[in-house]
């Protein structure tokens, strides 16, 4: 037999009663006679928690020091469930990002994955133990402690995986697995017993943070085979995420996304002239800005000016505040508006490609609920469309009807939401 990642999630480790069902999961993984790998995230909402208490001191905690706390609530879990394993008579042990040797960019609280060391967690493995790994950390030069992004312990398990040739990784989660949307805000939606690393990745990178997008990216890249499943019903296989090749597209679109975290900003009055909109991006670029719709309008032939719009993510708003001056004296724009009631509601499905009216359907469907859409973007896979916020639910789902993404069984999701 090989060697099993499995993964659990806040949810999964909230208490001890919880990280005792998480001992017994790993214990039944390595009595089916694998070795056993298992990486655990913070108890509960301990990361939102620690997040808040930052707040309560400063409100500009630098990177190093959130890296420094945050990394402290893997450590809780990763203890308590060796301690949970070894009390039911099975060899543990826990191990930091640093004492695995998960080497990372030097970059705090976003950091990726360059290396990982496979030596010690091999010999404790032959020795007997299940071996626990804390999720979402990792070392960067100088042994500076670095953590790689909310939700980032999903990508620890898979680059785990990919590191040790694993034959599966193991996602276990509050939900049952992947659904068409977030069960979460629509009650209908349906498990999916399959879907590709590409369908998976533009969900996550659209909102269904059910898997950290790196994670997807990493399995897609080793071909590693990666499941989602309930850490409260062990015996369900939940989804499989696979190549696309292995897949049957059915349907055109497999699942729909909404992201409320980032903003809009329309700037006016921009002269019509070849080499502004790179100084306005190379400007965003220099501010450390990822920018994600961009939407140009037609040029207003009076004053040969047009207006530019584009969404950053809310938590760069303060690099953009610092950036402000600069655009508005090296292009000299007129108003400047920050829109942050908006909401990206996507549909994603490997099956829209070639399949023409799939755009026609999601706007006429919008457009039914009267809802008006500020900014639209496609790519082979995706279509995402921006409107006001207040529209999220209602738009996600219209959409998963019309797509017939949503059926009659009520999806079960446990743990309450979480709390940013
Ligand atoms: P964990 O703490 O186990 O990592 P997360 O909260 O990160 O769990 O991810 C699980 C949550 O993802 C679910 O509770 C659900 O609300 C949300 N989610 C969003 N989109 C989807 C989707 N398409 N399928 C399943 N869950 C989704
Ligand atoms: N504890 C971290 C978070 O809440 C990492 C994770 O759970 O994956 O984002
Ligand atoms: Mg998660």
């Known amino acids: 037999m090989g060697i099993i990642v499995q993964k659990f999630g806040g949810t999964s480790v909230a208490d001890s009663d919880k990280i005792k069902n998480v001992a017994r999961a790993a214990i039944k993984e390595k009595e089916n006679g694998n070795d056993v790998i298992v990486v655990v995230s913070a108890m509960g909402h301990t990361t939102d928690n620690l997040i808040k208490l ?59 994955i360059i290396d990982i060391e496979t030596t010690r967690v091999k010999k404790h493995l032959k020795e007997g133990n299940i071996v626990i790994v804390a999720g979402f950390q990792g070392v960067c030069k100088g042994n500076e402690i670095t953590t790689l992004g909310r939700g980032g312990s999903d990508t620890t398990a898979v680059a785990l995986a990919c590191a040790f040739n694993a034959e599966r990784c193991d996602i276990y989660s509050d939900v049952e697995g992947v659904y068409t949307a977030d069960p979460r805000i629509i009650k209908t939606a349906q498990k999916l017993d399959k879907i590709s690393y590409d369908e998976m990745l533009e969900l996550a990178r659209l909102g269904a943070n059910v898997l950290h997008p790196r994670s997807v990216e990493t399995a897609k890249l080793y071909n590693m085979k990666m499941r989602v499943r309930s850490s409260f019903k062990l015996d369900d296989l939940g989804t499989l995420i696979i190549g696309v090749e292995e897949m049957e597209l059915n349907k055109p679109v497999t699942g729909i996304a909404t992201d409320s975290s980032q903003l809009r900003i329309v700037i006016c009055d921009i002269e019509d002239r070849p080499g502004n909109a790179a100084k306005l991006f190379n400007l965003l670029a220099e501010a450390g800005l990822s920018v994600d719709m961009i939407i140009q309008s037609y040029a207003r032939t009076a004053n040969n000016t047009n207006d530019i719009a584009f969404t950053i ?108």
Request: charged share 25%; hydrophobic share 45%.
């Open 54 to 112: 930052a707040g309560e001191i400063t409100s500009k905690p630098s990177a190093r020091e959130m890296d420094m706390l945050l990394s402290t609530g893997e450590q809780i879990s990763m203890s308590l469930l060796a301690m949970a394993l070894n009390e039911m008579g099975h060899k543990a042990i826990s191990l930091t990002g640093l004492q695995v040797g998960i080497k990372t960019e030097d970059c705090h609280m976003c950091a990726r």
């Open 313 to 420: 993510a809310k938590s760069d708003i303060d690099k953009f505040n610092s950036m402000k001056d600069k655009i508005n004296s090296i292009l000299k724009a007129g108003n400047i508006f920050i829109d942050e009631d908006i909401v990206k509601v996507s549909a994603v499905g490997a099956g829209m490609i070639d399949r023409p009216g799939i755009a026609a359907k999601m706007f006429d469907t919008l457009a039914a609920e009267e809802i008006n859409i500020k900014m639209i973007s496609t790519s082979e896979i995706k279509i995402s469309c921006l409107v006001e916020k207040k529209y999220a639910t209602s738009a996600a789902i219209a959409l998963a009807h019309a797509f017939e993404l949503d059926g009659a069984q009520i999806a079960d999701v446990k743990g309450d939401l979480p709390v940013v």
